[in-house]
């Protein structure tokens, strides 16, 4: 009794992941879906906060540059009255005047730069000489994507014509805006989508149902031809958080595949041991990794709604009723450590930068993906409290001396004997062993089957054409007479001719 009550006691302090609905919402109160990329604010609202932000920057770097810019004429003035006493200090002033205005009114040049989308014609040439248009350099995927895009805008006749063109104009003014900051290409196209979806709903009078299916063709269209340049950009930390995270939960599940943060330990309610709980695990785990291998936002965040999906089914045939939010998040975060999905970082913030983010700001799509950034955002801050774990275990299990799955020492009383100890845990070991190994002669025995079925179908297939198309072998030709042999059959040719002997 004392053992239930201490499991159960246990059971309730472990359940310390949890998070209200509200703690995933805009933390202005807009009720839209927040993210960690955006400090804790839904899209529209960074989006806001940005703007003023950049708006404040830019007047402070206007005032300035309009102060430097006083006291350039004032010291100009000042050398002209007194050119003699006063050149030294001139030139020190100037020296001094041209270091700072180098170092600090670039940033009011660079927004300048950003916010103007095309320059002169001469420049516009020289910088298609050296480079291949954006329509050239397609792959396979990117051309197959294209022709469905413009089948797709045929449909709406002009107005998928004004479409297309507001598209090719952003493409082109992004082609020249490589060099800007992956921060200033996002808040372009962040922009675009909510201009074009703005234009179509009150210049094109497009019905909002079918806005929302032309935003994710316009999404899918223009991802695909941007992705190689704005995912995983060197100028950003993107890939370095990558081998961060993945160096973390290979780390934390130790070695050998022996991964010590259990599902007891995050207190996740799913039964392994159930083979449709397994196969909703397998295919959770398969789905997140899954993700790294799209090119469209809109993709990725779809394989992040199947890997939840399954995750919620795998809870509600374990529990036999539906699952809850204190129960989908530690799951996930099971799920992420379990499967440790390539480029975790970089895709997530490639779905906050680029995609639509109307997507992002509510539906279901928009919570499971707050949903991955919370369980990302635990596993870098994972410590023993987290787990309720003392610290000097969860230092045992990081350095891989122990594991928590060797270890039942409630079942145990402190004098028990060593050696019995050791010989339950090879009885278990042999029994997983057992297991594995049965489950590996199944499927042999099942890959047989479909060998053996496989061969008798290709037989019987073959027969039925052999029946179906009889083969005739014909008799060979007679051979043709020789032309001085015995005309037998045919008296109708002259007689060989006859050697004659005339006397001399």
């Known amino acids: ?57 830019i007047q402070e770097d206007w005032e300035l540059a309009e102060r430097l810019q006083r006291e350039e004429e004032e010291a100009f003035a000042s050398s002209q009255s007194s050119q003699g006493a006063q050149s030294l200090t001139f ?29 002169s014609k001469k420049e516009i040439q020289e910088a298609k000489a050296p480079s291949p248009s954006i329509n050239r350099q397609t792959s396979i995927e990117t051309d197959r994507v294209s022709k469905e895009f413009i089948e797709f805008l045929k449909t709406f006749h002009k107005t998928g014509q004004e479409i297309y063109k507001q598209i090719k104009l952003f493409l082109e003014g992004m082609h020249y805006k490589r060099d800007l900051s992956i921060e200033e290409q996002s808040e372009c196209a962040q922009d675009f989508y909510h201009n074009v979806a703005e234009r179509m709903q009150t210049h094109w009078k497009v019905p909002p149902e079918r806005v929302e299916k032309i935003m994710d063709q316009i999404e899918k269209y223009i991802m695909t031809r941007l992705y190689k340049h704005v995912f995983c950009p060197e100028t950003t930390d993107d890939e370095k958080k990558d081998l961060a995270i993945q160096k973390r939960i290979r780390v934390e599940t130790a070695l050998l595949s022996l991964r010590w943060v259990t599902p007891q330990m995050l207190c996740v309610p799913v039964n392994e041991d159930i083979p449709e709980v397994s196969d909703m695990v397998v295919k959770a ?23 939840s999906k399954h995750i919620i089914t795998a809870i509600k045939i374990t529990k036999n009723e539906p699952a809850s939010a204190d129960d989908f998040l530690p ?62 275990d969860f230092d045992r299990y990081m350095s891989g001396q122990t594991s928590p799955r060797k270890q039942e020492a409630e079942s145990w009383s402190p004098d028990a004997c060593l050696g019995v100890k050791q010989m339950y845990k090879n009885l278990d070991l042999l029994s997983q062993l057992s297991e594995r190994q049965e489950r590996i002669m199944n499927e042999a ?31 060979p030709n007679q051979p043709l007479a020789a032309i001085d042999s015995e005309n037998i059959k045919n008296d109708k040719l002259p007689p060989p001719l006859q050697p004659q002997v005339y006397a001399g």
Request: net charge positive; proline share 3%; with cysteine.
């Open 1 to 57: 009794e004392t053992r239930a009550r201490k499991k159960v006691s246990l059971k309730s302090e472990r359940r310390g992941i949890h998070v209200d609905h509200s703690d995933l919402l805009c933390k202005k109160g807009c009720g839209y879906y927040s993210n960690p990329a955006w400090q804790g604010f839904c899209s529209k609202c960074w989006r806001e906060e940005y703007h003023k932000a950049r708006q404040k920057q």
């Open 91 to 119: 030139s020190k002033f100037e020296e001094k005047k041209t270091n700072e205005k180098t170092r600090k009114v670039t940033t009011v040049k660079k927004f300048l730069s950003a916010s103007s989308r095309v320059g």
């Open 285 to 307: 785990i398969t789905d997140i990794i899954e993700m790294d291998s799209k090119r469209v936002p809109r993709d990725k965040l779809a394989c992040i709604t199947k890997c």
């Open 331 to 392: 799951t996930l975060i099971y799920i992420v450590l379990k499967g440790n999905p390539p480029r975790l970082q970089s895709n997530i913030q490639y779905i906050t930068r680029f995609c639509n983010p109307s997507r992002l700001m509510t539906g279901e799509d928009g919570y499971y993906f707050t949903n991955l950034c919370c369980a990302v955002a635990f596993i870098e801050k994972l410590d023993a409290q987290s787990l309720n774990l003392s610290q000097e």
């Open 445 to 475: 025995k099942k890959l047989e089957k479909d060998l053996i079925d496989w061969t008798d179908g290709i037989t019987r297939e073959v027969q039925d054409i052999v029946e179906k198309y009889s083969l005739e072998i014909k008799p």
